[in-house]
């Protein structure tokens, strides 16, 4: 009886530390994406940097977008074309990989090059600058590292990512369709007839708005994990492991709450 006490008050305990290590997160990370809003909104972001940031992470990102968003069509349209020949006409093909890469596929795979592209590097970029006291020589200085580091990484994210998932959701859907007639032999009139005939007019506004908010929680993620870093290059190493898989799990849980939240 004791150790079953002993086990039970010990998960209670992990379990607490850990609701408190997440509340303490999320409201730093508030308080990060309030104060970069307010720096914004002030006039207080260089336009300079938002450009530098917004083409490394939109301009340079783009070829593995566009390889991914490829592959994501490809994959898509012969899997569904494996499953629908002799059941299901093959007209709803199109459907499925119209809707699928641009409801998910497009959105979510973009978004996870974001993250090992994009939000590895801030983290680690960042980490590197606080491990080496450089944040603590802006912050003696008199400047905000907030104003100079995360907002303009958190607006290029905002910024990139909806335009990322657009090109990525029409790469992905042209890559099905020729897909779909080289494995199949669905002409691309009846493809097109079959997207057209299952499309919502706010399926691509549901897209982009899914890519909006994954680029607002990444760029936001990663800077905080970067300011947080201690010790040394090992605490760059964690720091940055550790943000990637907080991001993945961020974004994955927000694809989640989408459905319920706007599709009912």
Do not use: C
Not at 18 to 45: K, N
Not at 122 to 141: F, K, R, W
Not at 152 to 162: E, K, N
Not at 193 to 211: E, N, V
Request: charge should be neutral; avoid cysteine.
């Amino acid at each position: 009886m004791a150790s079953v006490t002993h086990a039970l008050t010990g998960g209670v305990r992990a379990f607490g530390h850990a609701g408190e290590s997440v509340a303490r997160h999320a409201g730093d990370m508030a308080q990060l994406a309030w104060q970069s809003l307010g720096a914004t909104l002030r006039g207080q972001v260089a336009f300079r940097d938002f450009v530098i940031q917004a083409y490394s992470m939109g301009v340079e990102s783009l070829p593995l977008v566009l390889v991914t968003a490829t592959l994501s069509g490809v994959v898509t349209s012969q899997q569904g074309g494996y499953q629908f020949t002799g059941s299901i006409p093959l007209y709803v093909l199109g459907s499925i990989v119209v809707n699928g890469v641009v409801l998910e596929l497009g959105p979510v795979m973009t978004a996870i090059v974001f993250i090992g592209r994009v939000g590895a590097r801030i983290t680690a970029e960042l980490g590197t600058m606080q491990v080496s006291e450089q944040i603590d020589a802006i912050y003696s200085l008199g400047r905000d590292p907030v104003r100079m580091l995360a907002a303009p990484r958190i607006l290029a994210g905002m910024v990139a990512m909806p335009a990322l998932v657009g090109l990525a959701n029409g790469v992905g859907a042209v890559a099905g369709m020729l897909a779909a007639r080289s494995t199949v032999g669905l002409g691309y009139q009846s493809f097109l007839y079959g997207a057209r005939l299952f499309w919502h007019s706010y399926d691509l506004f549901y897209s982009l708005m899914k890519a909006e908010v994954f680029g607002f929680i990444i760029p936001v993620i990663s800077v905080h994990m970067g300011l947080l870093t201690r010790g040394g290059a090992e605490g760059v190493g964690r720091a940055t492991t550790s943000s990637v898989v907080f991001m993945i799990i961020a974004v994955l849980v927000a694809d989640a709450l989408f459905p319920p939240l706007f599709l009912n």
